[in-house]
């Protein structure tokens, strides 16, 4: 939890002058006010479907069921934690939204209508909200509310990225207030974290807390393999309190920026549970690739790997890295020679470890990019040219 704010201590009172003459009033210097912000809150969604497993004990809820620690914005001295989670509560919360789902799930006799609440946030004026894709997946009926406006909207989705979970929905709206992104890797542990959802449907709520961990390895259902699942990777950790619906809300910083998108919650045998966030840079760059496009333009590597930290790393006797578990036929990968059980290691000179995913240091090139891989391979390493696909 960030710290109350400290002041400088005055300066020392001057000396009298003599009596003939006045004394003069003492200059008092301000205080500086240092405030580490940034932050994170997780959701999930609320709905009549069941919540869905994502790892042990770790579900994910479904609409059914450097010193620089943050930009320090000009302040005064009468700020403290209260009054920056206020203000952003404040400000930040007119750009959160409620999304209503109506889903329409067949059995074997008749069909039915589900309903399901999640968030999100509007991140352009004209109408642009970007949400969780497990919020709005398989939705045949869309509604936006505003907190401060009765009036609902009918949306329709312009993108979806459900290997990232990031969803891209457009209102027919003007002059609406939106938010801006931060820098999610000049996050630190301890910092302010502040997330804004419609939690069980009550719209608009705000829950503060702290960064608990970054780099997390989160796995969860995936979407493309029935009964498979998939590592979300770099996931923002947080003890802000989050409940179904909080899923696709913005998880900000003290700045009001968004550092985050809620989207998965481990449920405890008793009390809270912990939250988990998207990595904020990751979910802006796909959410502007998905206004401007419609799709993700994602590089094809064609490998399944596991992430390995050190710790991991020494007790297989292996390195910091990517571990190849599986690599697709026909592939970039398999045509580079790259093998199960190579350990990459580096691409284009950028080391693979918690904190540069390799699928997140594979994201900054365009399909047909020419890269350089190194792999470590029964004890040595050894340097491949891949050239890139294009994700299927």
């Known amino acids: 939890m960030a710290s109350e704010p400290q002041y400088l201590p005055p300066p020392t009172e001057p000396a009298p002058l003599p009596p003939a003459q006045p004394v003069p009033k003492p200059r008092r210097r301000r205080g500086i006010l240092g405030i580490v912000v940034l932050s994170a809150v997780v959701g999930a969604l609320a709905g009549s479907i069941a919540t869905i497993v994502v790892a042990p004990r770790l579900i994910k809820v479904t609409p059914t069921g450097n010193s620089l620690v943050a930009p320090l914005a000009p302040i005064n001295n009468t700020l403290t934690e209260e009054s920056a989670v206020i203000n952003v509560a404040n400000q930040d919360g007119k750009a959160v939204v409620e999304i209503k789902t109506t889903i329409t799930s067949a059995d074997t006799f008749l069909q039915q209508e589900q309903h399901g609440i999640g968030s999100g946030f509007i991140v352009r004026s004209d109408g642009y909200i970007v949400t969780n894709n497990h919020v709005v997946e398989n939705a045949r009926q869309l509604q936006i509310i505003l907190r401060d406006q009765a009036k609902k909207y009918d949306a329709r989705v312009i993108g979806t990225s459900p290997e990232d979970d990031i969803a891209v929905l457009k209102i027919d709206a003007q002059n609406l207030p939106s938010l801006s992104w931060g820098d999610s890797s000049a996050l630190k542990v301890g910092q302010l974290a502040i997330a804004i959802g419609s939690p069980l449907g009550q719209q608009n709520s705000v829950t503060k807390g702290v960064i608990s961990a970054l780099h997390r390895s989160i796995q969860v259902p995936d979407p493309s393999s029935p009964g498979g699942t998939e590592n979300i990777l770099n996931a923002i950790q947080t003890d802000a309190q989050i409940n179904p619906g909080n899923s696709g809300g913005p998880l900000l910083n003290s700045l009001g920026q968004v550092v985050g998108v809620s989207f998965a919650i481990e449920q405890a045998q008793a009390g809270p549970g912990l939250g988990f966030a998207l990595d904020g840079n990751a979910a802006h760059d796909i959410a502007n690739q998905l206004i401007q496009t419609g799709h993700v333009n994602r590089p094809y590597l064609g490998v399944a790997y596991q992430q390995l930290d050190e710790t991991a ?68 390493s050894q340097t491949l040219q891949v050239t890139l696909g294009t994700h299927p």
């Open 313 to 380: 790393a020494a007790a297989n006797s292996l390195v910091v890295g990517a571990l190849v578990t599986d690599v697709t036929s026909g592939s970039p990968a398999d045509r580079a020679g790259i093998k199960a059980h190579d350990v990459v290691t580096k691409v284009n000179d950028q080391a693979i470890d918690d904190e540069h995913p390799l699928k997140d240091v594979l994201r900054q090139f365009a399909p047909g990019t020419r890269v350089t891989v190194i792999v470590y391979r029964g004890g040595k």
